[in-house]
């Protein structure tokens, strides 16, 4: 089959599987890597788990692991425009060609064997077969919803990082810090080296108690065995921040930040801490500290903060941000970096740019069950907001979302049936050379990349 192939097979089992068969499609993804003759067998890394700043925790652990020679493959989850991007090699997406034929040998074992999974199932299998047929010996995972019953937890990586624990698909996870800690940290299996993120108290007496009922673990926790500081100091031109980082292996002096906003730090932290109880278990070496700061400079993770500063869309140009913030905690944690981006009229010389005070403009989508006004309310009430709907079976509708904030918001809230749409109309309000930011879902970062004609990364 063709990557097109593919790509309609995985869109069809998004949207049409009934969720009293999940159970079952679940329990059917060890069968299929035992019929696929595990093709994880020989893989060795860390499975990334948490609410926010998975995708971002993951791009760091690559640049350190290969920082250090060593081939990495990633599963980032989910794709922002196309399903190969969450297959990489040393952080670049695999080819159409190389995605179909392993999801082809992923395909036929599912047709031959009778062995029905998700839509998850078949993105972590494709992704291990991928990897075996490349000789990539090192993995970093990230799981999609949960911990204990992602796919990717299947696939047997001994490091288990959890990023953090905030309220978000709590109809799947449970409607408190601990009951969604305790579905993330479940990830755990005995043995594992657990690395956690800074959790607030309610979620880390919970992840306590998952991990006492675990036996063999090795558990490095932020505040406790991990620690980070972030500086700022003189560069050529302006001042950078950069974070110290120590592990129980190793302190790591210096280390570049460059995704924008003080929760990359922690989120950088984090992954360096990963790769140090990667080395921990033999699996790499840590590489030397000036191998690791050039390879951390160059990380990049596209929708995150990302800034298009010369936009065009049809007779509009000006200035985008896109970030995928899906919950209130991450839109929280991004606030400041996008009111910073207001304030700037994206010019260097001084000289105002003619927006007459035009204040940006939200494009703003989201799934069903999302809290909606808990997103919007940490952004200025003033700002207009262009509520639209994705490609995704779960969007949210427009006017619902609309009805929900309507009354608590200052500016214009309007609605538009289509992601190009909504792209127009908040061109037409943002003016020349404004600032349209866009958020509240990847599915929603994706179109728009797609529409500013910017290439999967």
């Not at 297959?87 to 036929?108: H, S």
């Not at 796919?151 to 969604?180: C, P």
């Not at 061109?427 to 728009?448: D, F, K, Q």
Request: charged letters at 25%; aromatic letters at 4%.
């Amino acid at each position: 089959m063709d990557y097109q192939d593919c790509v309609d097979i995985l869109e069809k089992l998004h949207g049409h599987v009934r969720e009293a068969l999940h159970e079952e499609r679940r329990a059917n993804v060890p069968r299929l890597l035992e019929a696929l003759g595990r093709p994880e067998r020989g893989l060795r890394g860390m499975l990334v788990v948490g609410t926010n700043g998975k995708g971002s925790t993951c791009a760091f652990a690559v640049s350190a692991v290969t920082a250090g020679g060593a081939r990495v493959g990633s599963m980032p989850s989910p794709h922002l425009q196309e399903h190969r991007e969450r297959i990489r090699v040393d952080g670049v997406p695999v080819t159409r060609a190389e995605y179909a034929a392993a999801f082809t040998e992923v395909w036929q074992a599912v047709e031959r064997h009778a062995l029905p999974v998700l839509a998850t199932g078949l993105y972590a299998a494709t992704a291990a077969v991928h990897f075996r047929r490349a000789g990539v010996p090192l993995a970093v995972a990230e799981a999609s919803i949960g911990g204990n019953k992602a796919a990717a937890r299947e696939l047997g990586m001994d490091i288990k990082v959890v990023t953090g624990v905030g309220l978000d698909h709590t109809r799947l996870l449970g409607n408190s810090l601990a009951e969604i800690a305790r579905a993330k940290v479940s990830a755990a299996r005995d043995g594992d080296h657990v690395v956690l993120g800074r959790l607030a108290p309610e979620a880390a007496a919970a992840a306590e108690q998952v991990l006492d009922e675990r036996d063999r673990l090795t558990v490095w926790r932020m505040d406790h065995e991990i620690h980070y500081t972030a500086r700022t100091v003189a560069g050529d031109r302006t001042p950078s921040v950069v974070v110290d980082v120590t592990t129980p292996r190793a302190v790591h002096r210096g280390l570049p930040c460059p995704l924008p906003g003080a929760h990359q730090h922690h989120n950088l932290a984090v992954a360096v801490a990963a790769v140090d109880a990667m080395a921990e278990r033999g699996h790499l070496r840590i590489p030397d500290g000036e191998h690791l700061r050039t390879r951390l400079a160059a990380t990049r993770w596209p929708g995150r903060l990302e800034l298009v500063p010369d936009a065009r869309l049809r007779d509009w140009t000006g200035r985008v941000l896109l970030d995928g913030a899906t919950n209130p905690q991450g839109v929280t944690a991004v606030t400041p970096e996008i009111l910073r981006h207001a304030s700037s009229d994206g010019r260097t010389d001084g000289r105002t740019d003619g927006r007459a005070g035009r204040p940006p403009v939200l494009v703003f989508s989201s799934y069903e069950g999302k809290d909606v006004p808990g997103m919007l309310a940490p952004l200025p009430s003033d700002w207009p907001v262009v509520f639209t709907r994705t490609g995704s079976h779960t969007c949210s509708d427009p006017s619902a979302m609309r009805s929900r904030v309507v009354a608590a918001r200052r500016g214009p809230c309007l609605t538009a049936q289509d992601t190009r749409s909504a792209l127009e109309q908040a061109g037409a309000l943002a003016g020349p050379g404004g600032l349209i930011v866009v958020t509240g879902s990847h599915r929603l970062v994706g179109e728009v990349r797609t529409e500013l004609d910017l290439p999967p990364a």
